[in-house]
């Protein structure tokens, strides 16, 4: 919640105020501990599907996607056959790639995006984002359904949509997440976790730096808390159309 009228205290009643909040912020430190832990814990499962990708050299298997690496992070891009760009929240995610990239390659982990638009379609649209990390079509693949990000359309009519680890209501065909796995020394590929919803806010950076400023988010109470989000070559054009709308 923003704070529209705060008070304005001493410098000594703000520093108490603000050795309390600090408790709290230990505590949910300790709990994303504990979590992270007991997420790691979790038994994994053998990918028995061979997957194969489309991608800039050539088919890729999921196991190529490690690219000589033990660890996978796939970001499943909500872009789908026939859409004339990707969406633009997981394009803010995605924002977040390249800059990791070069240290999640330090600690044994390749990143990818997965989606099911045609690779020309993919990389259309990556050229103009100006993005570098490695995006790959499962279009063709059983991929984003066995994974809970893709649906058909039957199922969003009937809005039993298996999403999240339970049946809901959604409302377009593909759906955001991350998912990670990892290799073994014999090749073999596990599912190790995935993560839906909000927790795909593990990939917005962003995000945390909002949190720390005086006014937070500051998404208000709308339905779709993120509809603020362009793509980063439309803020000036948003911007722009939003002057022009006040001037009116």
């Given at each position: 919640m923003t704070n529209t009228n705060p008070a304005i205290v001493s410098r000594e009643q703000w520093i108490a105020q603000r050795e309390t909040l600090l408790?709290?912020?230990k505590e949910l430190t300790r709990l994303r501990d504990r979590i992270a832990s007991e997420r790691r814990a979790l038994p994994w499962v053998r990918v028995e599907k061979n997957y194969v990708f489309d991608g800039l050299g050539g088919p890729r298997t999921l196991a190529d996607l490690f690219e000589g690496r033990s660890?996978?992070?796939v970001q499943h891009f909500m872009f789908g056959p026939g859409w004339a760009q990707g969406c633009p929240s997981c394009s803010y995610m995605a924002d977040h790639t390249d800059a990791m990239n070069v240290h999640l390659k330090q600690r044994d982990i390749?990143?990818?995006?997965?989606?099911?638009?045609?690779?020309?379609?993919?990389?259309?649209?990556?050229?103009?984002?100006?993005?570098k990390f490695t995006w790959?079509?499962?279009h063709g693949t059983d991929f984003n359904h066995d994974f809970g990000?893709?649906?058909?359309?039957?199922?969003?009519?009937?809005?039993?949509?298996?999403?999240?680890?339970q049946v809901q209501a959604?409302?377009?065909?593909?759906?955001?997440?991350?998912?990670?796995?990892?290799?073994?020394?014999?090749g073999e590929v596990f599912h190790t976790y995935s993560t839906y919803g909000r927790g795909v806010e593990v990939m917005m950076g962003t995000y945390n730096m909002l949190d720390l400023a005086p006014r937070g988010r500051d998404e208000g109470d709308a339905p779709n808390r993120m509809q603020w989000v362009r793509h980063h070559d439309r803020y000036e054009q948003a911007r722009a159309a939003a002057g022009a709308c006040c001037h009116s």
């Open positions: 408790q709290s912020e660890q996978l992070l390749a990143i990818v995006a997965i989606s099911r638009a045609p690779l020309a379609d993919i990389e259309r649209f990556r050229q103009r984002m100006g993005w790959v079509s499962s990000v893709s649906f058909t359309r039957e199922q969003v009519e009937r809005g039993e949509v298996p999403y999240n680890y959604f409302p377009v065909e593909e759906a955001p997440g991350v998912s990670a796995f990892c290799k073994n020394g014999a």
